[in-house]
Structure formats: structure tokens, C-alpha cells
T-cell receptor
Framework: AQTVTQSQPEMSVQEAETVTLSCTYD???????LFWYKQPPSRQMILVIR??????QNATENRFSVNFQKAAKSFSLKISDSQLGDAAMYFC?????????????FGQGTILTVHP | NAGVTQTPKFRILKIGQSMTLQCTQD?????MYWYRQDPGMGLKLIYY???????DKGEVPNGYNVSRSTTEDFPLRLELAAPSQTSVYFC?????????????????FGAGSRLTVL
């Protein structure tokens, strides 16, 4: 079984500043993937970033980057130069990979507020 | 390219009624999924399918049924609706898993269907 814990129910940041969202996970798999999804008020689930556990290099996508600490089972998301459009619920998720297809285990989410 | 389309977007049911949530995708994805999202919570997997004619249970399958007669469609059936099934339902799909392709777990989600059971 896999678990994902997001310990910050809510976070806030000033526009143009940087914010980090925390996520810890537990899995017995050696091959797995980690994800951050964004859910704006429209409810649409949008993939922000994906990290393959066997890759030591942290994934980056424009203003979004992760700090992946495999031994600590930690996977935090850093948003740089925050924009008003970043305001959303953010979910961390883990997938065991291989034949687990898209069977993701999600955390409870962090609501991010961006202040102008 | 429409992606994943779910209908209806909103629905109110009375306890004991039945209904079907429709989901269709036009990306020729073999893998399809149904997740539910309860208020203030993350998504939980209800059922999934790896191809036409093949379905399997996820984490919270009780009270639901699925079928997959075509690659494009993956309807979710609620029998005897209960208040505990009040939730937002998401359909998703992902590409076929092949050697060297790890994209099978990159999900494309529909816009969600909000269901209330009173």
C-alpha cells in the first residue's frame, strides 16, 4: 500500500515571491513515479510536474521545480515568481510504475493563495 | 482534440436512484480510470480498465459498476445511490504502456462530474 501526506492544508504567497509545498510519501516499490497536480477553481486536474524515482536529478518545468529526497521519502514543490494564476489546490501523488499504469495515490491537497 | 469528456457536469439524485456517468476519450488511450474526490480530500480510484472488455476494481469500488465495450467509452454506473456517494467524479485516461514508454501513468483528466445524493 502507498500513502501520501501533505502536512500543509493551506499556504499563501505574495505575487512574484517563492513558495514551497511539502509532501511525504511511503511506498514499498523500488520503481515509482511522483507527481504534482494543480486543481484550480474550475476543478480541472492539471499535471504540473512528474519525477521518476530512479532519476537523481530534480525535475523542473519553467517556474516549477521539485526537491526530491528519496531516502527521506520527501517530494516538495517549489513555485518561483508566483503568479495570480497559480492560486489553486495542489495535490501530490505517487504511482508504483510498471503495470500500475495510472493507479495514483493522492495526498489530501494544499490550498495555495496568491496575494497581489 | 476534445481529450476526455464527461457528462453530466452536475446531477442531484435521490437516495435509491440509479444513474450512469458517461466518459469518452478521443486520444486512442487504452487505459481509463474513474476517481472520486470527496470534499477537502484527494482523489481515490474507483475502477480502471486496461482495454476494451477488461476492467478491475480500485480502492473504493463498492456501490459502482463499470463496463468497457469500446476503447473510447468507459461509463460508471451507480446503483441504489447513497449519501456517501456524494462526491466529484473524475474520468481519466493514459497512453498504453510499452517498452521504453513510461507515459502510461500520465493521466489526462475530464472536467469532473459533481454528484449530490439527497
Amino acid at each position: 500500500a502507498q500513502t501520501v501526506t501533505q502536512s500543509q492544508p493551506e499556504m499563501s504567497v505574495q505575487e512574484a515571491e517563492t513558495v514551497t509545498l511539502s509532501c511525504t510519501y511511503d511506498t514499498s516499490e523500488s520503481d515509482y513515479y511522483l507527481f504534482w497536480y494543480k486543481q484550480p477553481p474550475s476543478r480541472q486536474m492539471i499535471l504540473v510536474i512528474r519525477q521518476e524515482a530512479y532519476k537523481q536529478q530534480n525535475a523542473t518545468e519553467n517556474r516549477f521545480s521539485v526537491n526530491f529526497q528519496k531516502a527521506a521519502k520527501s517530494f516538495s514543490l517549489k513555485i518561483s515568481d508566483s503568479q495570480l494564476g497559480d492560486a489553486a489546490m495542489y495535490f501530490c501523488a505517487v504511482n508504483a510504475g510498471g503495470t500500475s499504469y495510472g493507479k495514483l495515490t493522492f495526498g489530501q491537497g494544499t490550498i495555495l493563495t496568491v496575494h497581489p | 482534440n476534445a481529450g476526455v469528456t464527461q457528462t453530466p457536469k452536475f446531477r442531484i439524485l435521490k437516495i435509491g436512484q440509479s444513474m450512469t456517468l458517461q466518459c469518452t476519450q478521443d486520444m486512442n488511450h487504452n487505459y481509463m480510470y474513474w476517481y472520486r474526490q470527496d470534499p477537502g480530500m484527494g482523489l481515490k480510484l474507483i475502477y480502471y480498465s486496461v482495454g476494451a472488455g477488461i476492467t478491475d476494481k480500485g480502492e473504493v469500488p463498492n456501490g459502482y459498476n463499470v463496463s468497457r465495450s469500446t476503447t473510447e467509452d468507459f461509463p460508471l454506473r451507480l446503483e441504489l445511490a447513497a449519501p456517501s456517494q456524494t462526491s466529484v467524479y473524475f474520468c481519466a485516461s493514459s497512453p498504453t504502456l510499452t517498452v521504453g514508454n513510461s507515459g502510461a501513468n500520465v493521466l489526462t483528466f475530464g472536467a469532473g462530474s459533481r454528484l449530490t445524493v439527497l
